[in-house]
């Protein structure tokens, strides 16, 4: 059995082969994945609910412990993100400002209410990381994860 890497590796790859074909075969391929999709996603939903009424909240927590169960999960929207993944979100959408400016920033760890990041490259000892946490990794952590209320700088190597 393959990994859960090589298995999206190999989605990715078919769908960019796809994004080649023309419009009409592309689109029936679409057509055919939202259903596949939906079908799977309202199975997982009832079996989901199911072993909830069931009282199996705790096999519930155990299968989704599994990267393969979590990532079908997450991909049909059954499982919300966790703080971490919507922190590590909401450094994303600063890091192309950082980037321009020859850095970067890294997700230390998350223990809410707090979040410690680690600035790279040049905004590694810029004066102005404190200005850049406070403008610009304060308001889009907590736009996306409200219960993160404190940003920890973390300095020095990995």
């Given at each position: 059995m393959e990994g859960l890497a090589e298995l999206t590796d190999i989605i990715a790859r078919a769908e960019a082969e796809i994004e080649g074909w023309a419009e009409g075969r592309r689109e029936t391929i679409r057509t055919y994945r939202r259903a596949v999709d939906?079908?799977?996603?309202?199975?997982?939903?009832?079996?989901?609910?199911?072993?909830?009424?069931?009282?199996?909240?705790?096999?519930?927590?155990?299968?989704?412990?599994?990267?393969?169960?979590?990532?079908v999960l997450r991909h049909h929207g059954i499982l919300k993100p966790s703080i971490a993944e919507r922190v590590e979100a909401a450094l994303e959408s600063i890091r192309p400002v950082l980037a321009g400016h020859g850095g970067d920033v890294e997700l230390i760890r998350v223990e809410p209410p707090a979040a410690a990041i680690r600035f790279l490259g040049s905004c590694e000892n810029c004066p102005a990381s404190t200005?850049?946490?406070?403008?610009?990794?304060?308001?889009?952590?907590?736009?996306?994860?409200?219960?993160?209320?404190?940003?920890?700088?973390?300095?020095?190597?990995?």
């Open positions: 939906e079908l799977h996603a309202e199975a997982l939903r009832r079996l989901v609910r199911l072993l909830r009424d069931a009282g199996a909240a705790s096999a519930l927590r155990d299968a989704a412990s599994d990267p393969f169960v979590y990532a200005l850049t946490i406070d403008a610009a990794v304060k308001s889009a952590v907590l736009a996306a994860c409200p219960e993160i209320t404190e940003i920890v700088q973390v300095r020095g190597a990995a």
